[in-house]
Structure formats: C-alpha cells, structure tokens
C-alpha cells in the first residue's frame, strides 16, 4: 500500500489582483502544490528578498527587476505570464507653468526619474523613442540618490505638488 503523495509546498509573492484572487483565497486549489503567500501589501517593497535572498519560490518579478538578477547570475527562470500590467503614458508629469509640451521639447532637458533602471522608466524611454521618434540617449535624466539606499529616488514632495499634477496623455504627446 502507498502512502498519497504530499503536496509540494512553494513561497510565493503575488498581489491581491481580481486575476489572482481565485488562487489566494483558495477558490482554485491544486492536488499536487500549496502555495504559503506572503504577508505583504505591495509586492515590489518584497522584491529585493526575493532576488537576493531567495526567499520566494515563485513570485511576480517587475521585468527590469528580472533582467537584471539573470545578468547577475540568479537562478531565476521566467514564465511567460502577466500578473498585472498597465500602460505608462500616465507617468510622465510636468510643470504646466512653463507651458505645453510635447515629446519632442523633452530633449535636452533635466528629467527627474527615481531609477534609471527601474522598469517604469525603461517603458517610459521605450515609448518615447517607439510612440514618439524620440531618441532617449539625448534626456537628460536626473537621479537622485537617497540617503538611506543605493536606490536612486526622484524627490516625491516636488511630484505632489499642484503644479506638478498634470500629466501626459497621448492627446498631449504628439508627433511633429
């Protein structure tokens, strides 16, 4: 007589989205695996443990995030699945004080971005350069370290303002 097969158990860092709600609650079990979820609200502020501590079995992974743990040697393997995506467009924001802009008036001008590496930024200069023909090599990008990390941060309180709160959207970003 054999004894039943014991589940596999996996620590896992996912959201709470509408798409993986079923699999957390768990409406949507498994025979063979149990997920242990991790207890965070925001599952980017678990990224760094579980890059360089591994302490997730399977999580959701920003991209950049991803690229940059495979090129510094982690074991990390990707599966082809979107656990929540969204456009960008919406996180560009500007001084309407110094009046309309357009794509191409970014050129040559300090841009405040909290991470160059970080994967908003990388999608930000993709469509740019993709949407808008801008070539992103000539942004002027500005990061800003903060005291208490190696992780460059653009100064938030300057974003919070009224006059920072408008934003591009694709009406605003034409071609010339």
């Known amino acids: 007589m054999t004894s039943p097969l014991e589940k596999t158990r996996l620590r896992t860092l996912l959201g709470d989205y509408p798409n993986t709600l079923a699999l957390k609650k768990p409406e949507v079990s498994s025979n063979l695996v149990a997920f242990d979820f991790a ?12 890059v ?3 302490r997730f079995d399977v999580g959701e992974l920003a991209i950049v995030t991803y690229l940059q743990a495979r090129d510094h040697g982690k074991p990390y ?4 699945a979107t656990v929540l995506g969204r ?5 560009i924001v500007y001084n309407p004080q110094r009046g309309v802009l357009s794509a191409h008036d970014l050129v040559g001008k300090r841009i405040g971005v909290r ?15 993709d949407d808008y023909g801008v ?7 500005r ?15 300057r974003l919070k303002g009224r006059r920072w709160r408008k934003c591009f959207s694709t009406a605003r970003l034409m071609r010339r």
Do not use: C
């Not at 990061?143 to 653009?154: A, G």
């Open 39 to 50: 207890d965070v609200k925001v599952p980017n502020t678990a990224f760094k443990p579980l």
């Open 52 to 54: 360089r501590e591994a």
């Open 77 to 80: 393997v990707l599966i082809p």
């Open 87 to 91: 456009g960008q467009h919406h996180t």
């Open 115 to 129: 991470a160059y590496t970080q994967t908003t930024g990388a999608w930000v200069r993709g469509f740019l350069n």
């Open 135 to 141: 070539e992103t090599v000539g942004l002027l990008l």
């Open 143 to 157: 990061i800003r370290m903060s005291p208490n990390s190696r992780t460059p941060i653009l100064s938030y309180a």
